[in-house]
């Protein structure tokens, strides 16, 4: 059995009185492609926040490669080999799109660690190479002298992709990466992300509320409710599982059907 690239033990996130995360364990192996769902303030986000060094979690234990990393800031799990990319897009509005992927490349290039690739130690593989090979994978290659300021929303979710990939991870975490994108853009990007972990052979945890897309593209989803984890099995398990049903899966469904209702209405 391989080592998990990310193991989380009851992890608990408290903020005052509010317990945000509360003891959620996760493993997460190696070329895994995970969805994390779950009502608005369920604590996905926190949880993502803790996974990658973020937030510091109020108590639990958190191993990268079998390395304990709780405790220690972003840079560390980034050093690890951990990427994300966060709700509200963070590109640097006035440089270019190119630039803003060089940024993500000089700091890989900080870094001792070799890229693994397949499971061993080699060259960085030639699609994270080079600033306009990374634009050729998430297909900004028209926009490269744009200022990242000009280009449209879902450019700028991808271009956040580029610059997590330009860093050269091996765990990709995805922060609603598909927010106020129009349905065919959320499949385009669900294809993206699939292919992202297939050619790179990346394990990629992604969190979205545009479930049913989610669901069709991810082999295991992991469902919070109020902080604390209520489902973590293939989506054909946790879409039968009453209680997700029950607190989050229902109203998402019915949302989605009367959406569909109202446009062919
Ligand atoms: N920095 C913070 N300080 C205090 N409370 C916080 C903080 N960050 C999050 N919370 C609270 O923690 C809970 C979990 O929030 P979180 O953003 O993790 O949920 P979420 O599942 O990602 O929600 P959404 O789907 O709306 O993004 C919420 O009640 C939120 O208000």
Redesign the pocket.
Known sequence: MPQPLLEAQEVTVR?GG?T?VDAVSATFMPGELVGII?P???????FFNAISGVTQPTSGRLAVLGQQLAGQGPHRFARNGLARTF?TPRTFADMSVRDNIAFGLKFAGKRPRKYVFWGEETGVPWVLRTADSILGLIGLNAQADVPAAAITPSQQRLLEIGMALATRPRMLLLDEVAAGLTENEVEEMARLIRRLRDELDLTVVWIE?AVTTLLRHVERVIV?HQGKKIADGTPREVVRNPEVIEAYLGDEMNDETSKTEGAEA
């Open positions: 903020f509010l945000a779950g608005n303030g369920a604590g996905k986000t926190t709700q509320h919070l």
